[in-house]
């Protein structure tokens, strides 16, 4: 025969049974942190999932839970005199459930106040200020047709020397009208050393402009060229700037361009994993600005975070 607690008769406390919610947290939060090496919108979704799922567990805990549970069965009917006082009806509130609530909510309030700032100062400058100058390179007449021409200029000249540039230009003749440029970055897709020209340098042919924005602008023609070579690993391109050799992983980055008053306009830099062709009908394939060393096609690129905007 089984005995009867005298204080609490056959009812027992009510403490939340287990709970699938916080499987779905972890869900959520390991979605989240898979989604920042590979696309925004997993991202989103992790964040979703945790948002939801936390919250489902939270109801739980506080002892109001979201969905209705099933009815419990009534109580079997007993014989003898009814109860001398009945509790009303309707939801409560536990106190290891509070107690669960009140741990967690703390909890997450430190954790939010030691983690927050970290996160924020290591996330969102890259995102501040990311927007960039057209770059004005001259007249037109200092690329003569069919030859490469190694250029510096200063990207912002506000900042000086540090944000000087060194860009391989080649003017490729007129393309349906206007005049088509190829200009590649002279950063090596493998670790970013500066890439050089395989051809004969003219030093004694320098030329120096000031242009309209203030930017010192520097040319050398280069006779002869037959690619680019990088002096770090032996990285190795066409005069395209699709590798050949060597470690890189990728052709060279390149330049946007336009044409205003008779100048060239360097527009923003973009990444390129490959050029069929070559010259004014080349086809590039262009990608977002990336860093050195990454992929960015075949299935390799989900390896690598993804880029803060440039
Ligand atoms: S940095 Fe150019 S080959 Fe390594």
């Known amino acids: 025969m089984s005995r009867v607690d ?21 869900v959520g939060v390991a979605c989240l942190l898979v989604g920042l090496v590979i696309s925004w919108w997993i991202v989103a979704i992790g ?24 009815a419990a069965a009534p109580p079997p009917a007993t014989t003898g005199p009814p109860p001398a006082q009945r ?50 390179l001259g007249p037109l007449a200092q690329f003569p047709a069919g030859q490469w021409v190694v250029t510096t200029f200063m990207l912002d000249p506000s900042e000086g ?36 020209p395989l051809g004969l340098v003219q030093p004694d042919k320098t030329k120096t402009i000031s242009t309209t924005g203030g930017e010192v602008v520097t040319t050398i023609p280069v006779l002869a060229v037959s690619g680019f070579s990088c002096p770090c690993h032996g990285g190795a391109y066409d005069t395209e700037g699709n590798r050949t050799a060597g470690p890189p992983v990728r052709g060279l980055d390149r330049y946007e361009f336009s044409i205003k008053n008779g100048h060239l306009i360097l527009g923003r830099n973009y990444s390129v994993s490959k050029v069929d062709g070559a010259g004014a009908g080349a086809r590039i394939h262009k990608y977002d600005l990336t860093g050195p060393g990454q992929h960015i096609d075949g299935w390799e690129q989900i390896f690598y975070p993804i880029q803060p905007p440039h």
Do not use: M
Request: net charge positive; hydrophobic share 35%.
């Open 6 to 26: 005298p204080e609490q008769g056959e009812h027992k406390p009510d403490l939340p049974g287990p709970s699938v919610w916080p499987i779905g947290v972890a």
């Open 47 to 70: 964040g979703g999932i945790s948002i939801v799922f936390g919250f489902l567990w939270l109801s739980d805990l506080s002892g109001h839970p979201v969905g209705a549970r099933p």
């Open 87 to 136: 509790r009303p009806e309707g939801p409560t509130t536990t106190r290891s459930g509070f107690l669960s609530v009140a741990t967690l909510g703390l909890g997450g309030v430190i954790g939010a106040l030691v983690s927050i700032p970290p996160i924020f100062l290591a996330i969102v400058p890259p995102f501040l200020k990311q927007s960039k100058k057209p770059v004005d």
């Open 161 to 196: 020397a540090v944000s000087r540039r060194t860009a391989y230009i080649r003017y490729n003749g007129p393309l349906k009208g206007q005049p088509s440029f190829t200009i590649i970055s002279n950063r090596c897709a493998h670790l970013g050393c500066p890439v050089q």
